[in-house]
Nanobody, 119 residues
Framework: VQLQASGGGLVQPGGSLRLSCVAS????????RGWYRQAPGKQRELVAS???????NYADSVKGRFTVSRDNTKNTIYLQMNSLKPEDTAVYYC??????????????WGQGTQVTVSS
């Protein structure tokens, strides 16, 4: 399984970006897919996730500004980021979680895409 993230860049405060993460290779029915971010000197944190059933989960810091969605026909998830703030600056990673028939969780990570919010 390969996860390819794209869409990062430099944007001014208040601006918007949309990240995409395409899954390829051995495609499983991932239970959860989501976005994490890691700022310099900080731990990686969950930004948003979406389950197979469509349930969404957001970090408090992005609620009301970010929206996670998925297009199963394209094996892709998206992160629409609006009203961006300098503190959103980080490397954003996509993740997919598969739970095997034996109940073992397997995590897949994509490469990061840099998001920089600055004037």
């Amino acid at each position: 399984v390969q996860l390819q993230a794209s869409g990062g860049g430099l944007v001014q405060p208040g601006g918007s970006l949309r990240l995409s993460c395409v899954a390829s290779g051995s495609i499983f029915n991932f239970n959860v897919r989501g976005w994490y971010r890691q700022a310099p000197g900080k731990q990686r944190e969950l930004v948003a996730s979406i389950s197979t059933g469509g349930s969404r989960n957001y970090a408090d810091s992005v609620k009301g500004r970010f929206t996670v969605s998925r297009d199963n026909t394209k094996n892709t998830i998206y992160l629409q980021m609006n009203s961006l703030k300098p503190e959103d600056t980080a490397v954003y990673y996509c993740k997919a979680i598969r739970v095997t028939e034996r109940g073992v969780q397997v995590d897949y990570w994509g490469q990061g895409t840099q998001v920089t919010v600055s004037s």
